[in-house]
């Protein structure tokens, strides 16, 4: 089993920037692939990024191409999101993900967190 909790949400005006954190616990973290998704409200759970147990192979959603990046450090079980320029339509919740597969797809995740609450208003 592996634990992940997620840290940095809050809330942003337009064009600013946060970075969540994702903690592992359990299972040595580096064996996993990691994700984040995000779920606004009235809306499916979607996915923003995910990157590889190395983290040389990396994928992102289009809509946070550019503006985001996914990062790990295996040495400290976390994971990390780095969001800029942030729009009023990156507001949701988002999860921290990991599981057997590099995945963009939440059906195939074994592991979740709790998630964090990012607003992004004026």
């Known amino acids: 089993q592996v634990q992940l909790a997620e840290s940095g949400g809050g809330l942003v005006q337009p064009g600013g920037s946060l970075r969540l954190s994702c903690a592992g616990s359990?299972?040595?973290?580096?064996?996993?692939?990691m994700a984040w998704f995000r779920q606004a409200p009235g809306k499916e759970r979607e996915f923003v990024a995910a990157?590889?147990?190395?983290?040389?192979?990396?994928y992102y959603a289009n809509s946070v191409k550019g503006r985001f990046t996914i990062a790990r450090n295996n040495a400290q079980n976390t994971v990390y999101l780095q969001m800029n320029s942030l729009k009023p339509e990156d507001t949701g919740v988002y999860y921290c993900?990991?599981?057997?597969?590099?995945?963009?797809?939440?059906?195939?995740?074994?592991?979740w967190g709790q998630g964090t609450q990012v607003t992004v208003s004026s």
């Open positions: 990157l590889s147990w190395s983290g040389d192979t990396t």
């Open positions: 359990g299972r040595p973290f580096s064996d996993y692939p």
């Open positions: 993900a990991g599981g057997r597969l590099l995945t963009t797809k939440d059906d195939l995740v074994d592991y």
